[in-house]
T-cell receptor, first 114, second 114 residues
Framework: TQLLEQSPQFLSIQEGENLTVYCNSS?????LQWYRQEPGEGPVLLVT?????EVKKLKRLTFQFGDARKDSSLHITAAQPGDTGLYLC??????????????FGQGTTLQVKP | DAMVIQNPRYQVTQFGKPVTLSCSQT?????MYWYQQKSSQAPKLLFH???????NEADTPDNFQSRRPNTSFCFLDIRSPGLGDAAMYLC?????????????FGQGTRLTVV
């Protein structure tokens, strides 16, 4: 059972377009994180959302945490080729908070063409 | 300065020959993880330590073992590597903060089995 469902799994767009990636679950998470991974490297933390309804902005990236803390979205405005990479949502669901088990969604591979 | 360090970056091993991957951290985090990642897929959790408590995933093959001799170091032992074990192996650490659980990854070890 996949606790975090991420969509879409693949996205190929032209430079300048906007896009949204979704991360959904039936479980409640105390927080969710978004990571970006480039080929041959480890994932790098972009942001953590903690409060239901929270919106965080990181330049052209906007992250939102659902009111019920079961889902999150990542919106990129005016995508650039440098945004190309694997985007991962991750979290520790409330049932695993005592063990620190961090799980990932399936990932979204984004390709931005110049 | 690197906070989670994995050695080596690239490892080539023979089919069936035991191999050990290492990870060290300077963050003093209480949780350490080992993930297996295959091409364009999300990291798959193999096991993790919460302090000294070892948490094995149900679908992690017995071929994979781990040791954590102290807070700073964690090892992944593959007793008899098969061709299907060729992958990127990621080590990560985390601790619980007011912002939730945020993980920091090493650069990974790319394992090739010949």
């Amino acid at each position: 059972t996949q606790l975090l469902e991420q969509s879409p799994q693949f996205l190929s767009i032209q430079e300048g377009e906007n896009l949204t990636v979704y991360c959904n679950s039936s479980s409640v998470f105390s927080s969710l994180q978004w990571y970006r991974q480039e080929p041959g490297e480890g994932p790098v933390l972009l942001v953590t959302v903690v409060t239901g309804g929270e919106v965080k902005k990181l330049k052209r990236l906007t992250f939102q945490f659902g009111d019920a803390r079961k889902d999150s979205s990542l919106h990129i405005t005016a995508a650039q080729p440098g945004d190309t990479g694997l985007y991962l949502c991750a979290g520790v669901n409330k049932g695993s908070s005592n063990t620190g088990k961090l799980i990932f969604g399936q990932g979204t591979t984004l390709q931005v063409k110049p | 300065d690197a906070m989670v360090i994995q050695n080596p970056r690239y490892q080539v091993t023979q089919f069936g020959k035991p191999v050990t991957l290492s990870c060290s951290q300077t963050l003093n985090h209480n949780v350490m993880y080992w993930y297996q990642q295959k091409s364009s897929q999300a990291p798959k959790l193999l096991f993790h330590y919460y302090d000294k408590d070892f948490n094995n995933e149900a679908d992690t093959p017995d071929n994979f073992q781990s040791r954590r001799p102290n807070t700073s170091f964690c090892f992944l032992d593959i007793r008899s590597p098969g061709l299907g074990d060729a992958a990127m192996y990621l080590c990560a650490t985390s601790s619980r903060t007011a912002r939730g659980t945020e993980a920091f990854f090493g650069q990974g070890t790319r394992l090739t089995v010949v």
